[in-house]
């Protein structure tokens, strides 16, 4: 009975922090994706530069607090951590909907982004290492199903009215802030961190240094996918001549792609390892956005939505099981944070690269940009010793279970 209680309570961890997960994520498409350029538009007559200001304030502050976020979670519960981040994000939901100035408002997501940065450091340094790949296909399925279904069902409830809308937000916040309470996790315990934050710091560049092209990798894909964030509806309608109806359909068929595929993915990953799924993901993704520069049809864009779909499913586990392969034993948290504030960078980055891309009058050539840029990760990786992919290791010989 002892053994089952054993093996079980890994399991219920990990389902617990995949809800809270969810509900996260949820809120952060409802609230930015539909909820504020309806309500701060129509309603409260800002402007859109406002609205531009205070999603990227909420991107912004969640990828370069996630330093300072492991650097907490490596010395303090994490169930505390997250309560406190769960506040924060409260106050800023509040200060969202009782404040129509334009700085107020960017703060307030400033605040929601630094509240909601904890969740994802935690699910990476909880889940298990025999399993990371396949754990970490799932914990993508609840990301983008929370992600998604946010913004459609706070668009099916905003024509019922303000009230609505946001009484549905906050039962998704507290039923999120109920399930900390509920979950149990992992912690490097606050006497097993016997070495200084810039220890730490060494510690972790001696591993991702002997990962060669990890680091520089990891800034690359993210750039490369934010140079497309600001014209992807404006292609579409004006390149492929979908209608948005047609381009919702089109995204959810590439989101359909990646949910079914990453779990099959994650369990195939766990048993051959390798450096192919990342080689032959990046590689597809690349021909697959070459691929939308020379097409002009709905039924072809469905199609190489569904490949993108598909090759995002194939790369996202194993490459953050490469991650995990690199982490110092002795600063989880931090490390893991460091590694997700240099993949935030991208994020930023990358937009201003496509703008100034798109400045020069080309719609097409952002896209044939990105691609160049996922084609030449893949060619690293076909190019790159088969060793550096096959480094596994425990990253949790020091996690303790706590409540």
Same mark, same amino acid.
């Not at 001696?206 to 600001?230: D, R």
């Not at 939308?292 to 039924?299: E, V, Y």
């Not at 392969?325 to 690269?353: A, K, Q, T």
């Not at 691609?371 to 790159?384: H, M, T």
């Given at each position: ?15 617990? &922090? ?7 994520? =949820? ?29 990227? *304030? ?35 939901? &509040? ?12 703060? +307030?997501? *400033?605040?929601?982004? +630094? ?10 340094? /909880?889940?298990?290492?025999? /399993? ?12 983008? +199903? ?77 750039? +490369? ?10 292609? *579409? ?8 109806? /047609? ?23 766990? /048993? ?40 995002? *499913? ?21 490390? =893991? ?67």
């Amino acid at each position: 009975m002892d053994t089952t209680n054993k093996v079980e309570r890994p399991q219920q961890t990990f389902a617990r &922090l995949a809800m809270i997960l969810f509900f996260i994520e =949820w809120i952060r498409g409802a609230v930015l994706i539909a909820f504020l350029p309806t309500y701060v538009l129509t309603s409260w007559g800002l402007t859109t530069s406002v609205v531009g200001l205070a999603v990227s *304030a909420h991107y912004l502050t969640d990828s370069l607090i996630k330093s300072f976020i492991g650097y907490l979670l490596d010395r303090y519960s994490g169930r505390i951590v997250l309560h406190c981040g769960f506040f924060l994000g409260f106050v800023g939901l &509040l200060l969202m909907v009782t404040t129509h100035s334009p700085w107020i408002l960017i703060v +307030a997501s *400033a605040c929601l982004g +630094a509240g909601f940065s904890p969740i994802w450091i935690l699910c990476m340094s /909880q889940v298990s290492e025999e /399993q990371r790949a396949q754990q970490m296909g799932t914990l993508y399925v609840y990301w983008m +199903a929370g992600l998604g279904l946010g913004p459609v069902t706070m668009n099916l409830l905003i024509g019922a009215g303000l009230s609505l809308s946001l009484g549905v937000i906050g039962l998704f916040f507290v039923a999120g802030w109920i399930m900390v309470g509920l979950v149990k996790l992992n912690k490097v315990s606050v006497g097993s961190v016997k070495i200084s934050v810039g220890q730490q710091f060494v510690s972790l560049w001696n591993k991702v240094k002997k990962g060669g092209f990890l680091v520089p990798g990891m800034l690359l894909q993210t750039t +490369a996918g934010g140079i497309l964030v600001p014209f992807l509806t404006s292609f *579409a309608i004006s390149h492929l001549g979908l209608s948005h109806s /047609q381009l919702s359909i089109v995204l959810f068929m590439g989101g359909v792609g990646v949910v079914l595929l990453l779990v099959p993915m994650g369990k195939w990953f766990d /048993q051959v390892g390798g450096k192919w799924f990342l080689v032959l993901g990046f590689g597809v993704f690349a021909i697959a956005l070459f691929g939308l520069t020379s097409i002009s049809s709905f039924s072809g864009a469905i199609w190489l939505s569904l490949l993108l779909g598909c090759a995002y *499913a194939a790369l996202l586990p194993s490459w953050n099981a490469l991650m995990a392969s690199y982490i110092p034993e002795d600063s989880v948290g931090i490390s =893991w944070g460091l590694l997700f504030s240099i993949e935030g960078l991208g994020v930023v980055i990358g937009p201003l690269i496509g703008g100034w891309l798109g400045s020069w009058g080309n719609e097409l050539l952002p896209f044939q940009v990105s691609a160049c840029l996922f084609g030449l990760i893949s060619v690293v990786y076909l190019l790159s010793p088969a060793r550096l992919f096959i480094h596994r290791k425990k990253v949790t010989g020091n996690l303790t279970n706590v409540s």
